[in-house]
């Protein structure tokens, strides 16, 4: 089980959203990234989507993404929860992804509930045909995960042997404290991680460096 954050994609040239260089040190969460905002002034949110869009689709997974992915070929079961809405896990190939707080690429309709996903930065229409906004389908502060995406989280991390928590600050809930269902039940923590966190003294092993050289080491490239 891979658990994966921000940090996984920041050698793709992501920023993270806290510490030096942060998204949340540049952009005010509460302006762009709740429901209110977007009830307030949905095209400025829309604006900060698009911006994020435009610099995910001109960056690209790394050798990390890809060593997850190739995991599957050595292990019996590979799943990968996220926090991430770039969706480059699934892009290199990993199967079983559960994107927690939804996709970049996906909107829903706020008014008739459509969803639909495709990948234009920035996104040309901002309504659906039915004269509803669209929002971005991603979870924003404030907003409560799908129950069927806690749930099918949840079933992987208390069936795995190893968890392996990459590039997460561990202080967004409730994320941050699904690991700890799998120490519960035996399950081997590592974190990978070049910094302390608020969740490491819940793991057996800390490998402290960046999420592609520390899966060098842990995952077999062939
Ligand atoms: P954070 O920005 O809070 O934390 C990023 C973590 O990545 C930090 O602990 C860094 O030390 C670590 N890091 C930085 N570079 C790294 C590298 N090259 N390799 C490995 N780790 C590295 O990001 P998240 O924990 O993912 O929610 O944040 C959780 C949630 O807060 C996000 O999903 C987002 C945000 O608000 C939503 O947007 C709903």
Redesign the pocket.
């Known amino acids: 089980m891979f658990f994966t954050?921000?940090?996984?994609s920041?050698?793709s040239g992501i920023p993270?959203?806290?510490?030096q260089g942060?998204v949340?040190e540049k952009y005010d969460?509460r302006k762009y990234?709740t429901q209110y905002a977007f009830d307030e002034d949905p095209d400025r949110v829309w604006d900060f989507h698009d911006e994020r869009r435009s610099l995910v689709a001109a960056c690209s997974p790394h050798e990390g993404h890809r060593l997850i992915a190739r995991a599957e070929a050595t292990c019996e079961q590979v799943t990968v929860v996220t926090?991430?809405?770039d969706g480059f896990h699934r892009r290199v190939g990993s199967r079983h992804v559960v994107e927690l707080?939804g996709n970049l690429w996906r909107s829903r309709c706020t008014s008739c509930g459509t969803v639909e996903e495709h990948h234009q930065a920035p996104r040309a229409e901002r309504r659906h045909r039915c004269g509803g906004w669209w929002r971005p389908a991603?979870?924003?502060?404030g907003d409560a995960i799908p129950q069927a995406v806690v749930d099918e989280a949840v079933r992987a991390i208390e069936q795995c042997d190893v968890l392996v928590s990459?590039?997460?600050?561990?202080?967004?809930y409730p994320?941050a404290e699904l690991p700890l269902l799998a120490k519960e039940r035996g399950a081997h923590l590592i974190e990978?991680?070049?910094?302390e966190?608020a969740m490491s003294h819940h793991y057996a092993e800390h490998l402290r460096g960046?999420?592609s050289e520390m899966l060098a080491q842990l995952v077999p490239s062939a």
């Open positions: 954050g921000a940090g996984m920041a050698e993270t959203y806290r510490g942060g949340w969460y990234a926090q991430n809405i707080h991603i979870v924003w502060f990459i590039g997460t600050s561990g202080v967004i994320a990978i991680n070049p910094e966190t960046p999420a």
